[in-house]
């Protein structure tokens, strides 16, 4: 077992545990601790019970827009954070209508750009002080003593949610090219997703063609070079991901450390 557990709920596609995967040094994530997931607005009954069963925290790290838009449901006794990532309207990562319509204007013609333009925003990621707080922020949260685990998402699960998972996962030790691995999964489970937003967008601009199909998959979905322009803009402002998590972050190694106790078998 070498990547994220895909739970099954009745409509949250993209909600994984990180349980079960294994470090560089043969140790194992513990299961029931860590999950990662695209938003919760449309979880049902059903859904929202499991959520009460295996959480106690919730991270949000979409824009107040997309909070508001699509607000989380209330889910019993757990603990809600809002830690927004990026402060304005971002094509293919928040999913606010003014974003995705602007996006449509922009990038439907040109797939390149679209890619281009997604690379650059994970850059975004780490380029401010603002989304460095926000994720120190998030990794704080997991270095407290709690009985159930700690989920967080953005929308589709993809992006900013995808950036916190590989911080976990880097900091517990799990190999580079598996993590890698797990990131890409994404475009398996919203496959239909990101098939009926495509079709979607195509419809609502009447815009049909191979070349506006690319370009909307580039901003839906998850591709190697994103993460792989993140690593690099990493190792260009930090020397390495280690010294991000340090410096960057401002965790501690001994913080490092306590993580790894906490979440490894």
């Not at 106690?56 to 954070?81: M, S």
């Not at 460095?132 to 704080?140: D, H, I, P, S, T």
């Not at 996962?169 to 475009?187: A, C, F, M, P, S």
């Not at 049909?208 to 994103?226: H, I, M, N, T, V």
Request: glycine share 6%; net charge negative.
């Amino acid at each position: 077992m070498n990547e994220s557990i895909l739970l099954k709920f009745e409509n949250l596609h993209n909600t994984r545990d990180l349980g079960g995967m294994v470090t560089k040094d043969n140790k194992n994530i513990k299961k029931g601790k860590l999950f990662r997931s695209g938003h919760l607005f449309e979880a049902s009954e059903n859904d929202l019970k499991k959520l009460s069963d295996c959480v106690d925290v919730i991270v949000d790290f979409r824009t107040d827009k997309e909070k508001d838009e699509k607000p989380d449901p209330v889910i019993g006794q757990i603990d809600y954070h809002h830690l927004p990532i990026i402060e304005s309207l971002t094509a293919g990562v928040t999913r606010e209508k003014d974003a995705d319509e602007k996006a449509m204007e922009m990038l439907m013609m040109e797939p390149e750009k679209a890619k281009a333009y997604m690379c650059n925003t994970y850059i975004g990621f780490v380029g401010g002080d603002f989304p460095l707080a926000q994720y120190e922020k998030f990794v704080r949260l997991l270095l407290e003593d709690r009985d159930k685990g700690v989920l967080w998402h953005c929308t589709a699960g993809k992006d900013r949610a995808g950036f916190a998972s590989v911080i976990v996962e880097e900091i517990l030790g799990v190999e580079r090219d598996v993590i890698k691995e797990d990131y890409l999964k994404t475009n398996v489970y919203l496959k239909e997703d990101i098939k009926v937003l495509v079709n979607m967008l195509q419809n609502m601009t009447g815009v049909k063609s191979e070349k506006s199909e690319e370009a909307l998959k580039y901003l839906f979905g998850a591709e190697p070079d994103y993460l792989d322009t993140l690593y690099k803009e990493i190792d260009d402002r930090f020397g390495s991901f280690e010294n991000f998590i340090t410096f960057g972050l401002h965790i501690s190694k001994e913080e490092q450390e306590e993580l790894r106790v906490k979440y490894l078998e």
